[in-house]
């Protein structure tokens, strides 16, 4: 130890420092970091590069550009992530039909083998989130009541109460939620496609998602059971008092005209 | 009275059951007068005429129904967690109210259905007194005797209003306590007074804890109360007045021409009952209304889109998205204009129709009573002016839903608003417009058919080799029906020079008169009815025309 402490004021003493610190790091990164795909999946996942840098081109690259940088027509999309890719062709929204106020969800016209290949050649652009796997959005755990609450909370003010969707400005709209795809619900939680603000798993936990996926999986969906009747698009007072004019009104205008048509006959006196 | 009569002998036997009870109840009651003038009232048939009948059932229903649901509806903000039989809302907390509210739909026996009855029956009550009034209003109906019912009427629409809306926010769910907020913004906004109402009305800042308990005692005392009586006193005066008719042969501005009160109408009017409640209930046990179950319990801090009002306060909801969100910074103090106005037109444009039948009587000068109704193109100016109203109404119900119009139409909501501002202001004009020229168009109509008769669609060739359609000539019931109304003449300002040759100042009242009952009755706003003389004049000569 004298040595070493003898000599801490030599010239050399901080390179050497400098030196032991990033050997020490670089070690930790050695351990820690995800060790490397094996050679076999690293070709598969170059070759779905290749090919969905094939796809790109002819269905994407005229709006963001041939290396995904992006135009004046279409956003860059480096770093968007696969989740994004999946849930934009995923849902047919993209390949967008025409520019507007908001893309709409439309046919979807790539298989999902397709979508993946699309999917890894944007994230190979640049680093961002992945698809989910199944267990993330999976019913397995959810609390639903605590996904209505979280909905009610971050999502109802745009998607409206149950998820039935509703305006914002200029045209633009949040689409109703029925019948969408619980991975998609996740991927567009995760990216904010389009008019939507992201919810990173910083800000909405995966466990949140999942809640919400479960709530909204209990109030609107194919199989909700509304134990009040016909919902009438679930929208509200709109819907309900024009069906409260048109058929309760309605209805009661076309008795009194049946009852004031039949009079009793006059007993002459 | 005395014992002869008891001694004389009873050859006719017991009376019946009916007729001693009714005896019994006359001997203490003394209803047999009341009774007698009234069994025997006349009501004249006419679909139109059971327009006031759905609104009294559909506000029976409503008391009936509300009386079940105060049973189970604990009134009270006191947080509680959730442990009823609706999954998705298990362990959340909520007031009291939104608790027992969900257990009225999924606990108690019967309540969901009670619950949906008694809310679609609020909307068929509201939506049935606006035709109602409407009816009265194109046919003529508030014209003297009828001015204090109509503005009975009125005032129970209004106040259905408000007991709709104090109902509404009972549940506390997050749509309404949106539109519980609202009205605390509208209450604010109101300069000076505002901010003391809003502390008075819910006990402190919002939402405290206090505003259920208040409402519930509004909703289902104060305003149902008010219009209990309201209603009576309009049926009152129903009676007294009696019923008005359309114009026919054998009717008059001194008789009624229909069926007796018993037991002609109580049969009908009693069948009518049934059915409406039928109608009611089918509606409620199919439809859903309010799911406050799908709402969720209010929480200041949420809101959803999509959150409207009841239908009859989305001409409030309407008033308020389509004004721009204007304010003046005064001194420290802050003047919403963008809620105040609206706030002011909300409160002026009611008025407006209810102080009609007196601007109306004003113009015309006429103090007499009329039991007559108008057709509606007889007068065209007041159809007119009914016709825009409406249409300004209507164009801010969908100012109320400018969202949901936006989504479903896909339209911009920002299009959708301008189409409101503007057609808040463009529409009324041009449906008084078009409004008057279809009357005016009808009126001419009906002059041609006195004249020349119906057309028949029959064509004829004359020997001359000359093309006629025959027209048929209208009975004598049609030609009657079709003339009796009465056209006044524009009012003049009279001589302005007494016999003395002293000059008097005209007033402006005067000559606003003199101007609006030109408008009203001038050339431009009625077509001479035919004259007897132009009758034969036409009849009397050749046979076609």
């Known amino acids: 130890m004298k040595k070493l402490s003898a000599r801490r004021r030599h010239p050399l003493a901080a390179l050497v420092v400098l030196l032991l610190a990033l050997a020490f790091t670089g070690g930790l990164y050695a351990v820690f970091a995800p060790a490397s795909k094996a050679q076999a999946d690293q070709t598969a996942q170059s070759l779905a590069i290749d090919e969905g840098k094939k796809l790109y081109a002819v269905g994407c690259a005229s709006c963001h550009g041939t290396g995904g940088q992006g135009t004046t027509d279409g956003p860059s999309l480096v770093g968007v992530g696969a989740a994004a890719v999946d849930f934009q062709v995923g849902t047919g929204r993209m390949p967008a039909q025409q520019p507007g106020a908001q893309i709409p969800k439309k046919k979807v016209i790539y298989s999902q083998a397709e979508i993946d290949q699309l999917a890894a050649y944007i994230a190979s652009l640049g680093a961002g989130p992945a698809i989910p796997s199944a267990e993330k959005y999976g019913p397995e755990g959810a609390d639903i009541a605590k996904g209505g609450e979280l909905f009610r909370t971050n999502c109802a003010q745009c998607h409206n109460f149950t998820g039935k969707g509703g305006a914002l400005t200029y045209g633009k709209y949040a689409p109703s939620l029925e019948g969408v795809d619980p991975k998609h619900i996740y991927e567009a939680m995760q990216t904010g496609p389009q008019n939507m603000p992201s919810f990173p798993d910083t800000t909405l936990s995966e466990q949140n998602k999942k809640d919400i996926i479960a709530y909204l999986d209990a109030v609107n969906s194919d199989d909700t059971v509304n134990p009040g009747g016909l919902s009438l698009g679930g929208l509200g007072p709109v819907s309900e008092g024009l069906f409260g004019w048109i058929f309760g009104l309605g209805l009661c205008i076309a008795v009194a005209v049946w009852v004031a048509a039949r009079t009793a006959k006059a007993k002459k006196s | 009275m005395s014992t002869a009569a008891n001694d004389a002998p009873r050859s006719r036997g017991k009376a019946p059951a009916g007729e001693r009870v009714a005896d019994w109840a006359?001997?203490?009651?003394?209803?047999?007068?009341?009774?007698?003038?009234?069994?025997?009232?006349?009501?004249?048939?006419?679909?139109?005429?059971?327009?006031?009948?759905?609104?009294l059932y559909s506000f029976i229903i409503i008391i009936l129904t509300g009386v079940y649901l105060t049973l189970f509806f604990h009134p009270s903000m006191n947080e509680v967690t959730y442990h009823g039989s609706y999954v998705p809302m298990q362990g959340q907390l909520m007031s009291e109210a939104y608790k027992s509210t969900l257990d009225i739909s999924f606990d108690v026996r019967g309540g969901l259905l009670i619950r949906q009855i008694h809310h679609w029956a609020a909307i068929i009550f509201l939506a049935g007194m606006f035709v109602h009034m409407m009816r009265v209003f194109f046919t003529g109906a508030f014209r003297k005797p009828r001015e204090i019912n109509w503005l009975f009427g009125f005032l129970l629409f209004v106040l259905g209003m408000f007991t709709g809306f104090t109902g509404y926010s009972l549940p506390d769910d997050l749509l309404s306590g949106t539109g519980v907020r609202f009205t605390q913004g509208a209450i604010l906004s109101m300069p000076i007074v505002g901010t003391y109402i809003s502390m008075f009305l819910f006990g402190g800042e919002f939402p405290g804890t206090d505003f259920v308990a208040r409402f519930y005692s509004i909703h289902i005392l104060l305003l149902p109360g008010i219009m209990l009586g309201l209603v009576v006193g309009h049926l009152i005066l129903v009676f007294y007045h009696k019923h008005t008719q359309f114009a026919g042969p054998g009717k008059t501005n001194k008789n009624v021409v229909g069926m007796p009160l018993l037991p002609v109408y109580m049969a009908k009017a009693g069948g009518f009952?049934?059915?409406?409640?039928?109608?009611?209930?089918?509606?409620?046990?199919?439809?859903?209304?309010?799911?406050?179950?799908?709402?969720?319990?209010?929480?200041?801090?949420?809101?959803?889109?999509?959150?409207?009002?009841?239908?009859?306060?989305?001409?409030?909801?309407?008033?308020?998205?389509?004004m721009p969100g204007w304010e003046i910074n005064f001194w420290g103090h802050t003047l919403v204009l963008g809620v105040l106005i609206p706030l002011v037109i909300f409160g002026v444009f009611l008025a407006l129709i209810a102080v009609y039948p007196f601007i109306e009587s004003w113009v015309t000068g006429d103090k007499r009573e009329h039991h007559i109704l108008d057709r509606p193109r007889n007068a065209p100016t007041r159809t007119a002016f009914g016709v825009a109203w409406v249409t300004a109404y209507m164009i801010m119900l969908i100012g109320g839903g400018n969202d949901i119009v936006a989504t479903h139409f896909h339209l911009s909501i920002n299009a959708v608003t301008w189409f409101v501002r503007i057609g808040f202001f463009l529409g009324p004009v041009l449906a008084f417009i078009v409004t008057k020229r279809i009357c005016l168009g009808l009126q001419r109509r009906d002059k041609e058919k006195v004249l020349h008769g119906r057309e028949s669609g029959i064509i004829k060739r004359l020997p001359h080799g000359e093309f006629i359609e025959v027209h048929e000539p209208l009975s004598q019931e049609q030609l009657h029906t079709l003339t009796a109304h009465e056209q006044y003449e524009p009012a003049e300002i009279g001589p302005t020079v007494d016999e003395n040759g002293v000059e008097r100042k005209v007033k402006g009242s005067e000559k606003l008169r003199a101007k609006l009952s030109g408008a009203y009755f001038g050339e431009e706003s009625q077509i001479p009815k035919p004259t007897v003389e132009e009758y034969k004049e036409i009849t009397s000569g050749h046979g076609h025309h």
Not at chain 2, 37 to 44: C, D, S
Not at chain 2, 292 to 301: E, K
């Open chain 2, 26 to 55: 006359d001997g203490r009651l003394g209803i047999y007068s009341l009774a007698k003038a009234n069994m025997r009232k006349i009501f004249p048939d006419h679909w139109s005429f059971m327009l006031g009948e759905v609104c």
């Open chain 2, 273 to 322: 009952f049934f059915l409406v409640f039928g109608v009611i209930a089918a509606i409620a046990g199919i439809v859903s209304v309010n799911p406050i179950w799908a709402i969720g319990p209010y929480r200041p801090d949420q809101v959803s889109t999509g959150a409207q009002p009841d239908w009859y306060m989305g001409f409030a909801e309407g008033l308020v998205r389509a």
